[in-house]
């Protein structure tokens, strides 16, 4: 049995996507994986467990732990909605000891393949932690702010799917760094933290590990320039079973880039809810019939010269 140890940080407001995230985990299992997950919450707010306990109980190859989170963190710089617990991932080394090499994901997640291989396959010894490109680089208004910041925007990982080396970061005395650095206004808060502390201590993985909307739209729209950093095999394997990360708009609140995904994995899990199901889409039905003649001849514009390009 390989175990595996993934860390999730959230609230009591992502509990129902994070009950989501860990089924589509635990149904893309082998048979001789074992996930040992840690759920970082705040331990001053409530915090709804009886829909998380389910999952070793429907599952059963996993074991769940809680660690609740002190307020040490609570003065960290929140901005575009993202909360505190975003940067519960910087404290994984002390809040989880129990292994030096560890998964962080957040829970805005569906995972589509066993992650034994990227575990135990990737070598961390001298790298503080293990990402995928977030392509600040091909986005203009991105590239100037890393510019400013005086960071390289072509050499930014995203933070929302990692592997961290624990044991290098507690050696390296890292701890301290991020707690300063988190009340600074970093607009990309925790991701910005992590790149510029960690800089030259960053494997970079193939983007299978981290399928955002943006990775999903560069590879229909700019194939080219994401070759020069992914073979066109590797693009092909994130489209088809990356491990997607809904960085922007949510699945369960509207429509996005790979929502139906999110909805096939929900339909599958021990949570299905017929009743939420049908108010989702009838409410979104509803919302294009209210559309006026003119927003609505808007909508087919956009189909036939954004949505039939090859």
């Known amino acids: 049995m390989n175990t595996v140890p993934i ?6 407001n992502l509990v129902f996507p994070a009950c989501v995230c ?5 149904m893309s299992a082998r048979k001789d994986t074992f996930y040992d997950i840690f759920i970082l919450y705040p331990g001053n707010s409530p915090f709804d467990r009886s829909g998380l306990d389910r999952i070793p109980q429907y599952y059963g190859n996993c074991r769940l732990s809680y660690r609740p989170v002190d307020s040490s963190l609570d003065k960290a710089f929140e901005i575009r909605g993202i909360t505190v617990p975003a940067y519960y991932r910087l404290l994984i080394p002390e809040l989880v000891p129990e292994y030096g090499k560890i998964l962080y994901s957040d829970p805005d997640v569906i995972f589509r393949h066993d992650l034994s291989d ?7 010894s001298g ?3 293990a990402g995928v490109n977030s392509l600040a680089f091909m986005n203009p208004d991105y590239r100037k702010y890393y510019e400013r910041l005086g960071e390289d925007p072509s050499a930014v990982i995203y933070s929302g799917n990692l592997i961290i080396n624990s044991r290098k970061m507690l050696e390296d005395n890292l701890m301290p760094v991020f707690r300063s650095m988190a ?3 970093f607009r990309f808060q925790d991701m910005d933290i992590l790149n510029i502390a960690c800089k030259g201590g960053i494997t970079y993985l193939p983007p299978k590990f981290c399928l955002t909307s943006y990775v999903s739209q560069y590879a229909v729209e700019a194939r080219a ?3 020069s950093l992914w073979s066109d095999a590797e693009i092909e394997e994130a489209l088809s079973e990356g491990i997607v990360h809904y960085n922007g708009q949510k699945p369960w609140k509207g429509f996005c880039v790979n929502f139906d995904i999110w909805w096939e994995y929900y339909r599958k899990s021990p949570f299905f809810d017929r009743k939420f199901y049908f108010d989702f889409f009838y409410g979104r039905l509803e919302e294009l019939d209210r559309l006026s003649l003119w927003k609505r001849i808007k909508v087919l514009g956009r189909y036939f010269v954004f949505g039939r390009k090859k």
Request: proline share 0%; hydrophobic share 45%; aromatic share 18%.
């Open 183 to 185: 009340e600074k206004k």
């Open 225 to 227: 320039e994401l070759l």
């Open 127 to 129: 790298s503080y932690v």
């Open 7 to 12: 860390v999730f940080a959230f609230d009591d």
């Open 118 to 124: 990227v575990y135990y396959g990737t070598d961390m």
């Open 22 to 26: 860990l089924s589509s985990l635990m």
